[in-house]
């Protein structure tokens, strides 16, 4: 099993309605959650850190995260075409706190 | 720009040539991460600094591969010998740590081609 999973997409969403970007994690990560947003031919942008069970809002992302289940998931409200990129789940090891590991990414896009 | 600088960003070498890539992290942060990006994949993690003290490698660092931090401010990453599979997206982070919480921020990559 990969430490981070992610469903690869593409995730097609229309501008205004909700996206939804689901990932799961194993035993051996733990502690931090990130979501990152990356644009083609760009680096990581940090969007959300997590670090305890329950939601986690800022401006039109909330982040959840359900340790019992082992997820963490990132809903983007009023979906606008710019929010078309990546979303690359990441969190760290028990064993290396400062090592992240990463998805393999979500593509969402948000069609006009 | 206060952010995480690296230089240069793109490179087009040769097979079996060496090539430096130099990561500025930002300026207060003490933590230095350098990772190697795929197409279709998430970053992974190469190798990372604590001031000058590098603290851990991982095993896809081959002994081709070098990193320094020699005054726990700038890094430089070397390759040796280039091969075609080392064409990646080569991508550095720097943190500051606060409490048990520690945010990475991206630098813009350095996109490196093997020919």
């Known amino acids: 099993q990969k430490e981070v999973e992610q469903n690869s997409g593409p995730l097609s969403v229309p501008e205004g309605a909700i996206a939804s970007l689901n990932c799961t994690y194993s035993?051996?990560?733990?502690?931090?959650f990130f979501w990152y947003r990356q644009y083609s031919g760009k680096s990581p942008e940090l969007i959300m850190s997590i670090y305890s069970n329950g939601d986690k809002e800022d401006g039109r992302f909330t982040a959840q995260l359900n340790k019992a289940s082992q997820y963490v998931s990132l809903l983007i409200r009023d979906s606008q075409p710019s929010d078309s990129a990546t979303y690359l789940c990441a969190a760290t090891r028990y064993s290396s706190a400062s090592k992240i590991i990463f998805g393999s990414g979500t593509r969402l896009s948000i069609r006009p | 720009d206060t952010g995480v600088s690296q230089d240069p960003r793109h490179k087009i070498t040769k097979r079996g040539q060496n090539v430096t890539f130099r990561c500025d992290p930002i300026?207060?942060?003490?933590?230095l991460y350098w990772y190697r990006q795929t197409l279709g994949q998430g970053p992974e993690f190469l190798t990372y600094?604590?001031?000058?003290?590098?603290?851990?490698k991982s095993r896809l660092l081959s002994d081709r591969f070098s990193a320094e931090r020699p005054k726990g401010s700038f890094s430089t990453l070397e390759i040796q010998r280039t091969e075609q599979g080392d064409s990646a997206m080569y991508l550095c982070?720097?943190?500051?740590?606060?409490?048990?919480?520690?945010?990475?921020?991206f630098g813009p990559g350095t996109r490196l081609l093997v020919l």
């Open positions: 982070a720097s943190s500051l740590v606060s409490g048990s919480k520690e945010t990475q921020y």
């Open positions: 600094f604590q001031n000058e003290a590098q603290l851990e």
């Open positions: 035993d051996r990560v733990s502690q931090s």
């Open positions: 300026s207060e942060h003490n933590r």
